[in-house]
């Protein structure tokens, strides 16, 4: 298997996206370019778009996963898009398909992708300071099984960075 | 529509069900078929198998929804057992079916469904005590956006008349 | 485990349902009740509807599994509704639930859960003359790993005590 | 929008391949990688795994959308896999994310993608002589509504470039 590594960046929708966050993902995905992973987001607005905007500019790849079944939903910033069709429960296809995830703000939908990443000990780094989730659960578990620590750091270049060093693949 | 409520029973799996929990579980299934409401369940252990118990105790209706393609795979208190093949996914499916949730302990997959009810602003009332996610998010929102209010009784008895109380239905 | 057989039934969705299948599907409702089956649906029109009215006036118990995430979307012959949110990939949760399958008419989404229920060796058997896929297949595998052949039958009557007949369940 | 056009290739899995599927999988690959689209597959063994191969020897991108939760389980032909742990219910999610498609033989899992294309009205071209539904539903719509024809072409260099020659994309 000679494939890239894949991160996957969760956050804030575009319903209820702050600057910050907006920012930061911007930083997230610029930064994962230029490691030369592949971006992997749910393929719509907020983080995921600002994010898939950041690679772009870096030169990198990104896929797109969204829950429609039509491709032409998606931002407009994938090399690839993957039209699921099962709704939100696509969020478990973003999350397995991740070697890392990085968290930024975020609310419900990310909930859910954080915690099925957890459930199959995912490495996981929250760029503190972006609110939502990302804060909310910092250098926690998110259950009594204690399967995987939701590590932090406090930038963007230091959480793709660590989240990178995290990966299975060579 | 003359469909009786769905009740979704959500919570511990086997692998880290307390005595607590199980036996709030019991008597949260007893109470929903005293209700005449159907329970829904995951169809596993844990929670979900002593909720089924208990409703089957009580005389009424269990419906598990499994995450496996194989419907062998349920517990034995069910009276009808969907079987997904979706894998985890189908915690989008358990909560979509619900009319109301009770949550009673419970890991990151509860924590799914629970985000994932929240999201449609399905009502749920978690039973006090009862640890897990049950206890750690009484009387807040999930996310910023406060679609729904977790609720919190400390009895299964409470438990299950406030949620049924909830319900859109007639 | 005591819980009672589950027959689905597929066919023509109300977009193209003809009055033949649409009667044939009624009749095959009514007696899947006669027999103390559960019958399982999409939850939509056409033939889901006609047979779930058929079980409905024989006294029996209906799950419509549907699409869409929201439970008010299906016809309203059910006594219980598993809203999937996941599209029509749904087409695997019915074939999945079933202990045999019946088919009436039916386009390119019966064929999908038809094709299905052929994965895992489930029984199908199709009543003769209702056109499209049940007249289509009749007889014959679908692959040329010949899994299981798709019997058929000429009446509603005969299609369901083959169908129950051939369940594993005892 | 800048992305490429995604050709998906659909077929015979491991357990039933026959060589000359296989080999004119291969050359299908190569040409969607001449034409600068992007290979999108089911990530597993036989047809998947061929035009893979050849789609990385003509220096292309290539796409697995694999049913597990688990990268590791995809053939090692891959540039980026998507684990979606949904099982075959994946078949929904490769078709739907397919601007053209290619058929070559193929069993009921085939039928499942062939038809969930068919349904979106994506154009879908069968490589003839290569068996299984490739030749089975040659110049035919899957059902009586006829959204779409499945067309034939008698090579695989025909095939790919009436396929791409038919996309939606500019």
Known sequence: MTRKKQVLVIGFGKDHCTEVAYDAAYQVGLEIAKHGAILI???????MEAASRGA???GGFVIGIIPQDDKEMSN????AVI???????RDFVTAYSADAVIV???GAGTLIELSAAYQRKTPIVAVKGTGG?????VDEYIDDRELEKILSEDSPEKAVSRAISLTNLE
Not at 83 to 89: D, E, M, N, V
Not at 133 to 137: E, G, K, N, P, S
């Open 83 to 89: 039209a699921t069709g099962i709704g939100f429960a």
């Open 133 to 137: 989730v990302a804060d909310r659960f």
């Open 56 to 58: 772009k500019d870096g």
């Open 41 to 47: 987001t749910g393929g719509l607005g907020g983080v």
């Open 76 to 79: 407009t910033y994938c090399d």
């Open 104 to 106: 930024i703000g975020g």
